[in-house]
């Protein structure tokens, strides 16, 4: 079946590091991948998404690669600030479907 | 515009109890999800809403759970014989369509039950 597996939080960065939150899928067919994020007391919202193979997604300095070789979508930003805090949840959803297949989390902490 | 909205932010029943939880979506928006996050994991699919209709109920647990949508806005989550597993926040989402696979779902804040 559809899976996602994210890198085991939680993730503690210093401001300005350099970060990567490793997401790999399993699924059937092309799916759409997702990262969402959990700031703290907020709901989830959607940070960016790729709908194919070779698409990046990018937001608010966030990018991410959907690499269908490596069945990767790792998340990256290049100087992360405590803003950032946050849970960032990895998914997938099936070509047409509407289920959204969700990873475990990750927690990010950054320190000023 | 008003966002995907949930009452109530928090519930505390007893085990055995009847609950009723309620999500209003983003007004025009025809589909409708519930999903249910135990603490540590990730949002788990429960049922999905296509206009009045419920067009996947895999993801309920078992038939002590129950969701409408009846005039295809404001839908209600019904959780029968509460039991201490079924603490969780309950996630609601709403999207414009009928579920492309690239549509973004807009989440709720949830609603944090808690079976004593």
């Known amino acids: 079946g559809n899976s996602v597996t994210q890198m085991e939080g939680p993730v503690t960065l210093s401001e300005e590091a350099f970060l990567t939150i490793n997401c790999t899928y399993t699924?059937?067919?092309?799916?759409?991948l997702f990262w969402y994020v959990q700031y703290p007391g907020e709901g989830l919202q959607l940070l960016l998404k790729?709908?194919?193979?070779?698409d990046k997604g990018s937001n608010k300095g966030f990018e991410a690669t959907y690499r269908k070789e490596t069945t990767s979508f790792h998340l990256e930003k290049g100087s992360v600030q405590v803003s950032d805090s946050a849970v960032y949840f990895c998914a997938l959803r099936r070509t047409g479907g509407f289920k959204t297949i969700f990873g475990a989390g990750t927690r990010l902490f950054v320190k000023a | 515009g008003a966002g995907v909205s949930q009452t109530p932010s928090n519930k505390v029943t007893e085990k055995g109890k009847y609950v009723e939880l309620r999500c209003d979506p983003i007004s025009g928006h025809t589909a409708l999800y519930w999903y249910r996050q135990s603490l540590g994991q990730g949002p788990e699919f429960l049922i999905y809403f296509q206009g009045t209709g419920a067009a996947d109920d895999s993801g309920l647990p078992n038939d002590r759970f129950f969701a409408v949508r009846p005039e295809g806005s404001v839908s209600t989550l019904k959780i029968q014989r509460t039991e201490r597993g079924d603490s969780a926040v309950y996630l609601c989402a709403s999207s414009p369509s009928s579920g492309s696979g690239t549509d973004t779902q807009y989440f709720g804040p949830g609603t944090r039950l808690t079976v004593l």
């Open positions: 790729a709908t194919k193979a070779d």
């Open positions: 699924a059937t067919g092309y799916p759409s």
